[in-house]
């Protein structure tokens, strides 16, 4: 009986061994071998984004395929999530890398990989037509009674935060698409994001508009600027690693610069996207 046993408690952890290692990060050979990488976006334009024909699009989407063909990943299966879902679900093995331009941040950090930046952007408020709370930067909210919409997991929550805005707030909304109708309507006087979705949510209603003469917030010392990288778990350098080298390859081309310049990236972007390292983002 004792060695019957013993033989079954060696076979439950030889599984659950073999399961933990199936649902552990992928590492850049074993996507090779089974010829196929998975890649999420959180479908926010011009970051990463599915189209109406349902082909990937976006500065990071865009980059990932040059960066893929590269290294000889021939199909990548894109997975579109929710922006606060994108760490739960690579660290859940629902997918291998991230495509969404993820800003950089030392608390990300702790949690997940980034390759070298892809991207850098500022700061924006979407607010309604007219501006009627006459509100232009994020420290405005620190100072009044108004409320600001963030997206659940996005980095706008840290910089608010550091200006010492109140939770209270804070209207937290789950996407970009109900960021109009929570300004539009009033329940909150503007939607904090970054200079670019918030001139791609303009374009797409006219009882909303950017706040004019807007001024990023300036954060110990220094105004806020984002670098978006790609993301990995933590057991994934190696495929992390060889996403980096390739990228900072292709960032020397003019293939590159199109494609940043067709998503609305400026040459300022483009040039801050080499100013600063992966490594010195994560320290802080």
């Not at 110990?220 to 790609?230: H, I, L, M």
């Amino acid at each position: 009986m004792k060695n019957k046993t013993t033989t079954l408690c060696t076979l439950a952890a030889a599984l659950l061994t073999a399961a933990a290692t199936q649902a552990s990060a992928a590492t850049l050979a074993e996507v090779k071998e089974r010829g196929y990488i998975r890649v999420a976006v959180a479908n926010e334009i011009p970051y990463g984004y599915m189209d109406m024909s349902g082909e990937a699009k976006g500065a990071g989407p865009d980059v990932a395929k040059h960066v893929m063909k590269q290294l000889g990943i021939d199909e990548i299966k894109w997975v579109t999530t929710n922006f606060g879902s994108l760490i739960p679900g690579l660290r859940a093995n629902r997918f291998d890398m991230v495509a969404a331009e993820m800003a950089i941040l030392p608390q990300r950090c702790k949690e997940v990989l980034f390759s070298e930046p892809n991207s850098s952007y500022g700061e924006g408020l979407l607010v309604a037509k007219g501006n009627p709370d006459d509100i232009h930067t994020f420290e405005a909210f620190s100072k009044n009674d108004k409320k600001i919409a963030i997206m659940a997991g996005a980095d706008q929550l840290e910089m608010l935060q550091a200006l010492g805005v109140p939770s209270n707030r804070m209207v937290t909304i789950s996407n970009n698409a109900d960021a109009i109708s929570t300004v539009a309507t009033g329940r909150a006087s503007a939607y904090a994001a970054t200079s670019l979705t918030v001139s791609e949510l303009a374009g797409k209603s006219d009882k909303v508009e950017p706040a004019k003469n807007f001024t990023d917030p300036v954060i110990d010392g220094e105004p806020a600027r984002s670098w978006g990288a790609f993301t990995f778990t933590q057991d994934s350098q190696d495929l992390r690693d060889a996403v980096s080298a390739e990228l900072a390859k292709f960032k020397k081309t003019d293939g590159w610069q199109t494609i940043m310049s067709n998503y609305g990236f400026s040459p300022t972007d483009a040039k801050e996207s080499s100013s600063k390292t992966t490594e010195q983002l994560c320290a802080g």
